[in-house]
T-cell receptor, first 113, second 117 residues
Framework: GNSVTQMEGPVTLSEEAFLTINCTYT??????LFWYVQYPGEGLQLLLK?????DKGSNKGFEATYRKETTSFHLEKGSVQVSDSAVYFC????????????FGKGTTLSVSS | GAVVSQHPSRVICKSGTSVKIECRSL??????MFWYRQFPKKSLMLMAT?????????EQGVEKDKFLINHASLTLSTLTVTSAHPEDSSFYIC?????????????FGPGTRLTVL
């Protein structure tokens, strides 16, 4: 079956620290991979995505590379800001039309100044 | 572009009553909409997949008679929680998938917080 595992939180960092949130997946075939972010009191927003092996998704200073050999899609940011405090969800969808996203459990990031 | 709205954003109701939640794609057509439930500090659980003009497909363990889903048009899906009970209190989120383009990308509504007293 398809599943996503991400590191347990919460992750607490100081401003300008380096961030890594690990995400690994299990899937049949070649899924598309996503990172979504949920700011306090808001809905989910797509942060970045990658649709095939070795693709790197990037947005707002965040990056993640689709690693088929390690079935991973780790999220990284070189220097976090207080405004990055949110819950981050790793997700996948099998490459079939109309299929839903499968989410990891989410990782809460708290950045202090 | 690609905005999804949900209404209401927050609702409080008495046990035994029914509540309807609307999910609209504002600037695109969505053949497929998904309904998720989010528990505190937990991930999103897919409840059902809603296709325009046909019956929804429910995930295992989700009561179709309790959570009625209607996808009447390419821009509107509704979730009705019938005879709500306190254990139905949760954050309900919909997402919509575009008819064309943006392969496999879904756009999420802001969610609806349901509290059943």
């Amino acid at each position: 079956g398809n599943s996503v595992t991400q590191m347990e939180g919460p992750v607490t960092l100081s401003e300008e620290a380096f961030l890594t949130i690990n995400c690994t997946y299990t899937a049949t075939g070649y899924p598309s991979l996503f990172w979504y972010v949920q700011y306090p009191g808001e809905g989910l927003q797509l942060l970045l995505k990658a649709t095939k092996a070795d693709d790197k998704g990037s947005n707002k200073g965040f990056e993640a590379t689709y690693r088929k050999e390690t079935t991973s899609f780790h999220l990284e940011k070189g220097s976090v800001q207080v405004s990055d405090s949110a819950v981050y969800f790793c997700a996948l969808t099998p490459n079939q039309a109309g299929t839903a996203l499968i989410f990891g459990k989410g990782t809460t990031l708290s950045v202090s100044s | 572009g690609a905005v999804v709205s949900q209404h209401p954003s927050r609702v409080i109701c008495k046990s035994g009553t029914s509540v309807k939640i609307e999910c609209r794609s504002l600037d695109f057509q969505a053949t497929t909409m998904f309904w998720y439930r989010q528990f505190p500090k937990k991930s999103l659980m897919l409840m059902a997949t809603s296709n325009e003009g046909s019956k929804a497909t429910y995930e295992q363990g989700v009561e179709k008679d309790k959570f009625l889903i209607n996808h009447a048009s390419l821009t509107l899906s509704t979730l009705t929680v019938t005879s709500a009970h306190p254990e139905d209190s949760s954050f309900y989120i919909c997402s919509a998938r575009e008819v064309s383009g943006r392969h496999n990308e879904q756009f999420f509504g802001p969610g609806t917080r349901l509290t059943v007293l």
